[in-house]
């Protein structure tokens, strides 16, 4: 008797397709998993948890020290889907302290490994030596004659990966826009245009995922409180700050101690006192601090002059204008008047 190959299928079933790993499996990793198991370069310096890597196809396969996390084609023998199928009340479930995936969730990364783990097209972030398509291209380096503060930017940007689009997004929120400081570098200038009246310590907390590329800031108007200044302290690179008109106090500056490079620092209209002055005068590679319309006495303008004779102190009405997100100096190395 023949049976049409229609009737067949409805018989035994229709082949499903493969886990496609860009669409299906990425976005659960991107969503669940990666933030805390990816490149300290691209995490504020942050090693991943448990020494596994989760933003890579090379890296995933690479495992931890104690073995491989996905066995292509045997999901049990997978540490990654041993953790995710936990119960919901075990202490090792994986994300910790969440509810764990959904069961879909679970069936789809489970499929994915007993299908053999394929990656498609997707390489993320490349294994040592390498470059991952997925990697925003960095343009020449500019060429000539440089302003001193282009200079700097390159030198801080050496080697470095630029953040992903995702992770710019992540980043700003909704409040938030994060710049190259020049075309193709990967440093970033971060504000927060039009928003400042709306913009608190929380949004500044968002920028978490970018702080090693950033390398100013401007807060200014803004309604921060103290804490928000311990994010800033994760921004290794920071080379201008500008605070002004916000409510921080002595204790937000506390957080400004690593800040090696430095080099500008707004405080303009803010609560800072003289208690402050030893702090400002061990940022060593400040060269100049807006100090007017603070809480900074004239005696405490004497002490920093003191203790630093080559800062630049600005106690009168001679701001510079908001961080737009480039240089501020002409090809000579002079600033320009805005």
Same mark, same amino acid.
């Given at each position: 008797?023949?049976?049409?190959?229609?009737?067949?299928?409805?018989?035994?079933?229709?082949?499903?397709?493969?886990?496609?790993?860009?669409? /299906?499996?990425?976005?659960?990793?991107?969503?669940?998993?990666?933030?805390?198991?990816?490149?300290?370069?691209?995490?504020?310096?942050?090693?991943?948890?448990?020494?596994?890597?989760?933003?890579?196809?090379?890296?995933?396969?690479?495992?931890?020290?104690?073995?491989?996390?996905?066995?292509?084609?045997?999901?049990?023998?997978?540490?990654?889907?041993?953790?995710?199928?936990?119960?919901?009340?075990?202490?090792?479930?994986?994300?910790?302290?969440?509810?764990?995936?959904?069961?879909?969730?679970?069936?789809?990364?489970?499929?994915?490994?007993?299908?053999?783990?394929?990656?498609?097209?997707?390489?993320?972030?490349?294994?040592?030596?390498?470059?991952?398509?997925?990697?925003?291209?960095?343009?020449?380096?500019?060429?000539?004659?440089?302003?001193?503060?282009?200079?700097?930017?390159? /030198?801080?940007?050496?080697?470095?990966?630029?953040?992903?689009?995702?992770?710019?997004?992540?980043?700003?929120?909704?409040?938030?826009?994060?710049?190259?400081?020049?075309?193709?570098?990967?440093?970033?200038?971060?504000?927060?245009?039009?928003?400042?009246?709306?913009?608190g310590t929380d949004h500044v907390?968002?920028?978490?995922?970018?702080?090693?590329?950033?390398?100013?800031?401007?807060?200014?108007?803004?309604?921060?409180?103290?804490?928000?200044?311990?994010?800033?302290?994760?921004?290794?690179?920071?080379?201008?700050l500008d605070l002004r008109q916000?409510?921080?106090?002595?204790?937000?500056?506390?957080?400004?101690?690593?800040?090696?490079?430095?080099?500008?620092?707004?405080?303009?209209?803010?609560?800072?006192?003289?208690?402050?002055?030893?702090?400002?005068?061990?940022?060593?590679?400040?060269?100049?601090?807006?100090?007017?319309?603070?809480?900074?006495?004239?005696?405490?303008?004497?002490?920093?002059?003191?203790?630093?004779?080559?800062?630049?102190?600005?106690?009168?009405?001679?701001?510079?204008?908001?961080?737009?997100?480039?240089?501020?100096?002409?090809?000579?190395?002079?600033?320009?008047?805005?």
């Amino acid at each position: 008797m023949h049976i049409s190959p229609l009737l067949l299928s409805f018989a035994v079933g229709a082949e499903a397709p493969a886990v496609d790993f860009r669409k /299906e499996v990425l976005p659960i990793l991107k969503g669940r998993c990666i933030e805390c198991h990816q490149d300290p370069a691209t995490n504020s310096g942050k090693r991943p948890k448990g020494g596994l890597r989760l933003d890579g196809k090379h890296w995933i396969l690479e495992g931890t020290r104690s073995g491989p996390v996905v066995v292509p084609g045997d999901p049990n023998l997978s540490t990654l889907y041993e953790l995710i199928a936990l119960d919901k009340d075990d202490p090792d479930l994986m994300p910790p302290n969440s509810d764990g995936l959904s069961k879909a969730e679970v069936e789809t990364i489970r499929t994915w490994i007993a299908e053999g783990a394929d990656f498609g097209d997707w390489i993320g972030a490349p294994a040592p030596g390498e470059t991952s398509p997925d990697t925003p291209k960095l343009t020449p380096k500019p060429t000539g004659k440089l302003p001193r503060i282009v200079q700097l930017y390159i /030198e801080l940007g050496e080697g470095l990966t630029p953040c992903t689009p995702n992770q710019l997004a992540a980043a700003a929120g909704e409040h938030g826009m994060l710049k190259p400081v020049f075309p193709g570098s990967p440093l970033l200038a971060a504000n927060f245009p039009s928003n400042q009246g709306r913009t608190g310590t929380d949004h500044v907390r968002g920028l978490a995922g970018c702080a090693g590329h950033i390398v100013t800031l401007d807060l200014g108007r803004t309604r921060i409180a103290d804490e928000a200044l311990a994010v800033v302290a994760e921004m290794s690179r920071l080379v201008k700050l500008d605070l002004r008109q916000t409510n921080i106090t002595d204790a937000a500056l506390i957080h400004l101690f690593g800040l090696n490079d430095l080099r500008s620092l707004n405080l303009f209209s803010t609560k800072v006192t003289d208690a402050s002055i030893e702090v400002i005068a061990k940022l060593k590679k400040l060269e100049t601090v807006y100090l007017w319309k603070t809480q900074i006495t004239p005696a405490g303008i004497g002490r920093l002059r003191e203790l630093r004779p080559k800062l630049r102190i600005v106690h009168t009405p001679d701001l510079p204008a908001p961080e737009r997100g480039g240089p501020t100096e002409d090809e000579s190395g002079r600033r320009r008047r805005r």
